[in-house]
């Protein structure tokens, strides 16, 4: 009797310790979930989606990392999953635009030649990727780094007049897949919904994303006589029959570069819409030149030592730019091709954005 005493006393601690396990697994998950929960919940002033971030980047445990300036407008956290994906989000009051030139408005990776393309559905925004650059020959699933960043108008009269929202994001999946390409996009549409709300912006937003072209390379050239994005409507030069473009759709920032015969690359033409716009004429305030655009000369033919000609146009948004930007100094025949590849450019992207005819000089 004594033995089988001592073995259900045995048999009713083992089980006691069990439950005890069971109880503080329980509970430290629950503590988890909802650690993790709060993080996501107050990331980025509370800008943030809590269940698409988790849907995008992964279930693991999460940590936040929080940075908030005032001053400029700017509201920006760092997300990171335990096992999973990491996003870098950005909001930015289109007010302070100009004023924090290392927290410039995206338009494609620092260094990277590939253009990005327009988010389009109904989105003001650019789609942008990092290349891989794979260090072991042998590991093909290293990380995409992509860029979403979208404008909002705010429509309501309040305080905020524009947001910009972009977000990089960090997945173990590859743009490759078409499939792949909208999850990319979901946490910055999402947020772009919250911070339009949140700040009483009342934006027009798009539709979800269902589609997403790659960003162009800058090998993927055609014949400047076929062109229908970007660089549609401008005639073949006696130096310039190549062109490298992406759609318009919207997007606040469009690029046309156009080359020789021989892939040189002769010509580059910027529209800047919004906020864009608006970032390019202050970063120039501080530039004592004539040959940067700045708000008080709507318009400048390139000359022979310029670097720069431009025009503008009157937008909803406020006032758009237009550049042309060429290193060379050319003939006069040259210059003139250059005024009328200029005015080609800035006419179809004005029209396209429902902007004013741009100004001749």
Not at 47 to 70: M, Y
Not at 107 to 114: I, M, N, V, Y
Not at 162 to 179: I, M, N, R, Y
């Amino acid at each position: 009797m004594a033995v089988r005493r001592i073995v259900l006393r045995v048999v009713a601690a083992l089980a006691a310790a069990a439950v005890a396990v069971a109880g503080f697994l329980f509970l430290h998950g629950d503590f988890q979930r909802w650690k993790d929960e709060s993080a996501l919940d107050s990331a980025c002033d509370g800008l943030l989606d809590r269940d698409v971030v988790r849907d995008v980047l992964g279930p693991g445990a999460v940590d936040v990392e929080n940075t908030e300036r005032a001053d400029i407008g700017l509201v920006r956290c760092e997300v990171q999953m335990d096992g999973g994906g990491s996003a870098d989000v950005r909001v930015l009051d289109t007010a302070h635009v100009g004023e924090d030139r290392l927290d410039s408005l995206y338009t494609g990776s620092p260094g990277e030649a590939a253009l990005s393309v327009p988010v389009g559905q109904g989105w003001t925004g650019l789609f942008g990727a990092r290349p891989k650059h794979v260090v072991d020959p042998f590991d093909t699933d290293e990380a995409e780094d992509v860029t979403v960043s979208l404008v909002l108008g705010c429509a309501e009269a309040g305080r905020t007049k524009g947001l910009s929202v972009t977000v990089e994001t960090t997945l173990d999946k590859t743009l490759d897949d078409p499939a792949n390409r909208p999850e990319f996009a979901r946490i910055a549409t999402s947020t772009a919904a919250k911070a339009s709300k949140a700040r009483r912006c009342g934006a027009r937003l798009g539709q979800p994303v269902r589609s997403l072209g790659l960003p162009v390379n800058e090998t993927e050239y055609r014949p400047l006589g076929t062109a229908d994005g970007t660089c549609s409507g401008i005639n073949p030069g006696q130096s310039v029959s190549v062109a490298t473009e992406t759609e318009r759709g919207g997007a606040p920032y469009e690029v046309c570069r156009l080359a020789d015969t021989d892939l040189g690359m002769r010509l580059v033409l910027v529209a800047r819409f919004g906020p864009y716009a608006q970032e390019e004429f202050a970063d120039n305030q501080e530039y004592d030149g004539e040959d940067v655009p700045y708000s008080g000369t709507p318009a400048h033919d390139r000359r022979r030592g310029d670097r720069t000609g431009w025009t503008t146009a009157k937008c909803s948004d406020g006032q758009a730019l237009f550049t042309l930007e060429a290193d060379e100094t050319v003939s006069s025949s040259e210059l003139a091709y250059e005024r009328a590849a200029l005015s080609a450019f800035a006419e179809r992207s004005a029209k396209a954005h429902g902007c004013s005819v741009p100004v001749r000089s």
